[in-house]
């Protein structure tokens, strides 16, 4: 069982806005701190965006910050990725993560405990 399934991605042109979401299953997650992360075509997988257990904190890329707002709902045990004025380069397939001991800037590993399967966002120019 895929104890992280996202869902939300698609196409959209630029400027345009989509919603991410990420919901857990089969485990408790509230503890955990969930994120973002994303892998373009021929690039390494990098960091979006993380949220702490109860969302008190967040993080965010230089290149997604006052753009992406990352939420989360652990009623629900679902993290959310908002994305506004989306661009090109943001075209790539996102990744929900979970890891008990969360992640911190400005070196964030691109390491989880448990990886969601991957959701396509493309952003037409």
């Known amino acids: 069982q895929v104890p992280l399934v996202e869902s939300g991605g698609g196409l959209v042109q630029a400027g345009g806005s989509l919603r991410l979401s990420c919901a857990a299953s089969?485990?408790?997650?509230?503890?955990?701190?969930k994120g973002w992360f994303r892998q373009a075509p021929g690039k390494e997988r990098e960091f979006v965006a993380a949220?702490?257990?109860?969302?008190?904190?967040?993080y965010y890329a230089d290149s997604v910050k006052g753009r992406f707002t990352i939420s989360r709902d652990n009623a629900r045990n679902t993290v959310f990725l908002q994305m506004n004025n989306l661009k090109a380069e943001d075209t790539a397939v996102y990744y929900c993560?979970?890891?008990?001991?969360?992640?911190?800037?400005?070196?964030?590993?691109?390491?989880?405990?448990?990886w969601g399967q991957g959701t396509q966002v493309t952003v037409s120019s």
């Open positions: 089969g485990r408790t997650f509230s503890v955990y701190a």
């Open positions: 949220a702490n257990w109860n969302g008190d904190s967040t």
């Open positions: 993560a979970a890891r008990f001991r969360g992640w911190k800037l400005p070196q964030v590993p691109v390491e989880a405990d448990y």
